[in-house]
């Protein structure tokens, strides 16, 4: 045998728990002896599993100089057969992605996946509006029951959390302008500012977040379950409408029931704020008759209307991000963070025009 | 009645036992009474009509049910009455595919394999990676290592499933319904990796299924349960079962005749 042959041997079980270590000696035997003929023992190998498989494969593979080549002895025939005689190139991993993109290209990426996530948006906006158009005049279309459910869920489940967010909103106003306006004087309009904030804005602003969060998010899961388990493509395939089956209940049953929400919120909330300016000296009756000097119906319907808006928007994004999912639990869970996240960021940005529109 | 041919050149020690198991959900019983031995290098296959409780027996075998009552042997120690940590230890030597791959959505399929390799052993990440590939490459899957398991087909799943169910080197395989749903080239060299791990590796199986011709082809044992009798009605080797059971049941399944005068109803 060639002096300059270097030996190294497997012996006993080559198994998951005991090849890492073996294969890292290997390969340090291998590449210490770069041009030297290298002669694995492999005689007193009693058992190996799938690992120890791919190691012998990964020693017999290496691309090494004519002269320095890797001789397997002594392997039992029946391990032998084992070892796989496939082309190593169908085990690299495929290349992906190709070349990087410019910052100029990225930009314009992003800016048309964003615009053409708002076009579908509208788009499904607009479906929406003709599927409701389509089912208003027959009877029978709109599934009542469905609507009903929904409603009940999504609104008098929500109560509660609504009145505690709404009360604490009203304490908390009325303390920090009460604090400021205390030291002018002006207590007393301190009930402006709640009856305006609370009515105009808070009102449907709080309880659409909570809506968004609580609703809009289980109506992205519920459906896009339904279409990770193909129950949107059975809907289908009966000749059934998804828009009118799936998406018409909740928007409708959204649109009813966020205003109603509200103006719970809008009770509560002066109600906190009138319990905060009895502490600054504002009894009851005062701060009712200020009250009703400060604000209008119109504040009142401002925010109904608004809430109603923002009802129907955060339905029509669960449902569109819940039809939008694509397969397996993960895009389950991104649909539902996505239309939470959508609908607060719509919500805002509806609020803002909503503002602009009404004061100019 | 089932060491005669199995003890020859096997331990004494079966490697899973079921005695006297008896199983459900709540109050319903599925099965009761059922006892047998797996043998290791055996490929056991559990068989029966829809509903008459097969995945749920192999449920309980891996200690993810726990029993009404009897016990499950794995080499001989007890997963029924294990504690958690011995239960972990003693599944940990079990490889297990569920019947729909049970992939994580979250992880490529190359990943997938990986998961138990990252998690128990300190191989270095190259080599789990070719570890790894050639898992799938062993069940046709080593195009589709950089696919998610979302872009996979059900057949796809299932052989995913079993790649991963053997990364970790078990010595006993349970497979839940690993051909059902594949084409039949698929499923036949699903058969022969099957018996070829078997073969080379001494690996045990122990498989669920209802395809016959797999079960003709693979199964050195078949044991068979049925949903109104409740109990194990026959256990023996398939062709055998076939040809000479006694029980009408038994051959109305191996020759698919629903209709031939029955004791009680086909599956």
């Given at each position: 045998?060639?002096?300059?042959?270097?030996?190294?041997?497997?012996?006993?079980?080559?198994?998951?728990?005991?090849?890492?270590?073996?294969?890292?000696?290997?390969?340090?035997?291998?590449?210490?002896?770069?041009?030297?003929?290298?002669?694995?023992?492999?005689?007193?190998?009693?058992?190996?599993?799938?690992?120890?498989?791919?190691?012998?494969?990964?020693?017999?593979?290496?691309?090494?100089?004519?002269?320095?080549?890797?001789?397997?002895?002594?392997?039992?025939?029946?391990?032998?057969?084992?070892?796989?005689?496939?082309?190593?190139v169908?085990?690299?991993?495929?290349?992906?992605?190709?070349?990087?993109l410019?910052?100029?290209?990225?930009?314009?990426?992003?800016?048309?996946?964003?615009?053409?996530a708002?076009?579908?948006?509208?788009?499904?906006?607009?479906?929406?509006?003709?599927?409701?158009?389509?089912?208003?005049?027959?009877?029978?279309?709109?599934?009542?029951?469905?609507?009903?459910?929904?409603?009940?869920?999504?609104?008098?489940?929500?109560?509660?959390?609504?009145?505690?967010?709404?009360?604490?909103?009203?304490?908390?106003?009325?303390?920090?302008?009460g604090?400021?306006?205390?030291?002018?004087?002006?207590?007393i309009?301190v009930?402006?500012?709640?009856?305006?904030?609370?009515?105009?804005?808070?009102?449907?602003?709080?309880?659409?977040?909570?809506?968004?969060?609580?609703?809009?998010?289980?109506?992205?899961?519920?459906?896009?379950?339904?279409?990770?388990?193909?129950?949107?493509?059975?809907?289908?395939?009966?000749?059934?409408?998804?828009?009118?089956?799936?998406?018409?209940?909740?928007?409708?049953?959204?649109?009813?029931v966020?205003?109603?929400?509200?103006?719970?919120?809008?009770?509560?909330?002066?109600?906190?704020?009138?319990?905060?300016?009895?502490?600054?000296?504002?009894?009851?009756?005062?701060?009712?008759?200020?009250?009703?000097?400060?604000?209008?119906?119109?504040?009142?319907?401002?925010g109904?209307?608004?809430?109603?808006?923002?009802?129907?928007?955060?339905?029509?994004?669960?449902?569109?991000?819940?039809?939008?999912?694509?397969?397996?639990?993960?895009?389950?869970?991104?649909?539902?963070?996505?239309?939470?996240v959508?609908?607060?960021?719509?919500?805002?940005?509806?609020?803002?025009?909503?503002?602009?529109?009404?004061?100019? | 009645?089932?060491?005669?041919?199995?003890?020859?050149?096997?331990?004494?020690?079966?490697?899973?036992?079921?005695?006297?198991?008896?199983?459900g959900?709540?109050?319903?019983?599925?099965?009761?009474?059922?006892?047998?031995?797996?043998?290791?290098?055996?490929?056991?296959?559990?068989?029966?009509?829809?509903?008459?409780?097969?995945?749920?027996l192999?449920?309980?075998?891996?200690?993810?049910?726990?029993?009404m009552?009897?016990?499950?042997?794995?080499a001989?120690?007890?997963?029924?009455?294990?504690?958690?940590?011995?239960?972990?230890?003693?599944?940990?030597?079990?490889?297990?595919?569920?019947?729909?791959?049970?992939?994580?959505?979250?992880l490529?399929?190359?990943?997938?394999?990986?998961?138990?390799?990252?998690?128990?052993?300190?191989?270095?990440?190259?080599?789990?990676?070719?570890?790894?590939?050639?898992?799938?490459?062993?069940?046709e899957?080593?195009?589709?290592?950089?696919?998610?398991?979302?872009?996979?087909?059900?057949?796809?799943?299932?052989r995913?499933?079993?790649?991963?169910?053997?990364?970790?080197?078990?010595?006993?395989?349970?497979?839940?319904?690993?051909?059902?749903?594949?084409?039949?080239?698929?499923?036949?060299?699903?058969?022969?990796?099957?018996?070829?791990?078997?073969?080379?590796?001494?690996?045990?199986?122990?498989?669920?299924?209802?395809?016959?011709?797999?079960?003709?082809?693979?199964?050195?044992?078949?044991?068979?349960?049925?949903?109104?009798?409740r109990?194990?009605?026959?256990?023996?080797?398939?062709?055998?079962?076939?040809?000479?059971?006694?029980?009408?049941?038994?051959?109305?399944?191996?020759?698919?005749?629903?209709?031939?005068?029955?004791?009680?109803?086909?599956?």
């Amino acid at each position: 045998m060639d002096v300059d042959v270097v030996t190294f041997s497997l012996k006993g079980r080559v198994t998951v728990h005991t090849v890492g270590s073996i294969w890292a000696e290997a390969a340090q035997a291998l590449a210490r002896n770069p041009d030297r003929p290298i002669v694995i023992d492999a005689s007193r190998l009693e058992y190996i599993d799938a690992t120890g498989i791919a190691l012998i494969y990964d020693l017999q593979r290496g691309r090494r100089p004519a002269g320095a080549e890797v001789e397997i002895r002594g392997l039992d025939p029946s391990l032998a057969a084992l070892i796989p005689s496939y082309d190593p190139v169908e085990l690299e991993e495929p290349a992906r992605g190709g070349r990087g993109l410019g910052a100029i290209e990225r930009i314009g990426r992003a800016t048309l996946a964003q615009l053409s996530a708002a076009a579908r948006m509208l788009t499904f906006l607009a479906d929406c509006g003709v599927a409701l158009l389509q089912a208003i005049p027959r009877r029978g279309i709109i599934r009542w029951g469905e609507v009903l459910s929904v409603a009940a869920e999504a609104g008098a489940n929500a109560v509660p959390i609504v009145l505690l967010i709404g009360f604490l909103m009203g304490v908390i106003i009325a303390f920090e302008i009460g604090l400021v306006a205390q030291q002018f004087g002006a207590v007393i309009f301190v009930v402006d500012g709640v009856g305006v904030a609370v009515l105009r804005e808070l009102g449907a602003l709080m309880t659409a977040i909570v809506f968004a969060g609580r609703t809009g998010a289980a109506f992205a899961a519920q459906i896009g379950t339904q279409k990770v388990n193909e129950e949107v493509s059975a809907i289908v395939t009966f000749g059934l409408d998804p828009l009118r089956f799936l998406v018409l209940p909740r928007l409708i049953a959204a649109v009813l029931v966020v205003p109603l929400l509200t103006v719970l919120a809008d009770v509560v909330g002066i109600f906190g704020g009138a319990l905060v300016l009895a502490g600054f000296n504002i009894g009851f009756v005062q701060f009712y008759n200020h009250l009703l000097g400060a604000v209008g119906i119109e504040d009142f319907l401002v925010g109904l209307a608004k809430a109603a808006i923002f009802g129907l928007a955060i339905a029509a994004i669960g449902c569109q991000r819940g039809l939008a999912t694509g397969a397996g639990a993960t895009s389950v869970g991104l649909s539902a963070t996505s239309a939470v996240v959508t609908s607060i960021v719509w919500i805002v940005v509806l609020d803002g025009l909503f503002t602009v529109l009404i004061s100019s | 009645m089932d060491g005669d041919e199995a003890t020859a050149n096997a331990p004494t020690t079966p490697a899973v036992s079921v005695r006297d198991l008896k199983i459900g959900y709540g109050s319903r019983v599925l099965l009761e009474g059922a006892s047998f031995d797996v043998w290791r290098g055996e490929i056991l296959v559990i068989l029966g009509g829809s509903g008459c409780g097969k995945s749920s027996l192999m449920k309980n075998m891996i200690g993810l049910y726990q029993p009404m009552a009897g016990d499950v042997l794995i080499a001989g120690e007890s997963i029924v009455r294990a504690g958690s940590t011995q239960r972990a230890r003693l599944q940990r030597g079990l490889g297990v595919m569920y019947q729909a791959g049970a992939l994580f959505g979250s992880l490529t399929v190359l990943e997938n394999v990986r998961f138990p390799l990252d998690e128990f052993t300190d191989i270095g990440l190259e080599q789990k990676n070719l570890i790894a590939r050639m898992l799938l490459h062993q069940v046709e899957m080593a195009d589709a290592q950089s696919l998610m398991p979302a872009e996979l087909s059900g057949g796809m799943l299932k052989r995913a499933g079993i790649a991963r169910a053997m990364a970790l080197g078990a010595e006993i395989l349970m497979l839940d319904e690993p051909s059902a749903g594949l084409d039949p080239i698929t499923a036949a060299n699903l058969d022969r990796t099957i018996l070829g791990l078997r073969d080379s590796l001494g690996l045990t199986f122990v498989v669920v299924t209802h395809e016959l011709q797999s079960i003709l082809e693979i199964a050195d044992r078949a044991v068979m349960l049925d949903a109104d009798a409740r109990r194990i009605i026959a256990e023996g080797v398939p062709s055998e079962l076939r040809d000479r059971s006694g029980d009408e049941r038994v051959r109305q399944f191996f020759n698919r005749r629903p209709d031939a005068p029955a004791i009680s109803r086909g599956s």
